[in-house]
């Protein structure tokens, strides 16, 4: 069955913009989470959502959002960029909310902010 | 709050060789743990996940076992190869199962021909 898929792969965008990334988790899967990597903080956790709902969500400021669609798919937003957000952002899709079940990742995007 | 510590942070092995991987985490109410592999500037690729009641977990060359009270868990790699280089993660599941999952930093494995 497919993965998780993340789209897009890479991204430029410059200081002050915003931008928007995607997942689609795994057919049937409900949760969706996002996190940060950067070499300096390792993986860091964004937000969960699971039925449409954001359950959790991490230390960030509020430029960070998200939501999720009925059909599971989840979108992040990024308003006003700054350098700090260069990174790369993973989803990972589970079946129930994570931290119960196994979490699946996809390849992540790698945004990088100039 | 939930920390999870990898030892060593990084590993050169020649081929062949059977090797362990640590992963410490500070408080042992957790629900699950689980290994992931992640190459270069790729996502993350799930190998084993492990029940809090569970001991061990087992596929092909790898195994994971986990001691709760202790906080350990460990990745054993047998008989590497080249192919298993990459950076391992190990991620800590709490027991409420509403939250996320804590990761530590991982260890990067290189595995010389």
């Known amino acids: 069955k497919a993965g998780v898929t993340q789209t897009p792969r890479y991204l430029i965008k410059t200081r002050g913009q915003q931008v928007t990334l995607s997942c689609s988790p795994i057919s049937g899967h409900r949760s969706v989470s996002w996190y940060q990597q950067t070499p300096g903080q390792g993986l860091q956790f964004l937000f969960e959502y699971f039925s449409e709902t954001q359950r959790n969500k991490g230390n960030f400021p509020g430029r960070f959002s998200g939501r999720q669609f009925s059909n599971s798919r989840s979108e992040m937003n990024v308003s006003t960029l700054e350098l700090g957000d260069s990174a790369l952002y993973l989803c990972?899709?589970?079946?129930?909310?994570?931290?119960?079940?196994?979490?699946?990742f996809g390849q992540g995007t790698r945004l990088t902010v100039v | 709050k939930q920390e999870v510590t990898q030892i060593p942070a990084a590993l050169s092995v020649p081929e062949g060789e059977n090797l362990v991987l640590n992963c410490s985490f500070t408080d042992s109410a957790i629900y699950n743990l689980q290994w992931f592999r992640q190459d270069p500037g790729k996502g993350l690729t799930s190998l084993l996940l492990?029940?809090?009641?569970?001991r061990e977990q087992t596929s092909g060359r790898l195994n994971a076992s986990l001691d709760k009270s202790s906080g350990r868990s460990t990745l054993y790699i047998a008989a590497s190869q080249p192919g298993d280089s990459a950076t391992y993660l190990c991620a800590v599941g709490p027991d409420t199962g509403r939250r996320a999952l804590t990761f530590g930093s991982g260890t990067r494995l290189q595995v010389q021909p």
């Open positions: 990972a899709s589970s079946l129930i909310p994570q931290g119960a079940t196994e979490a699946f």
């Open positions: 492990i029940q809090s009641s569970q």
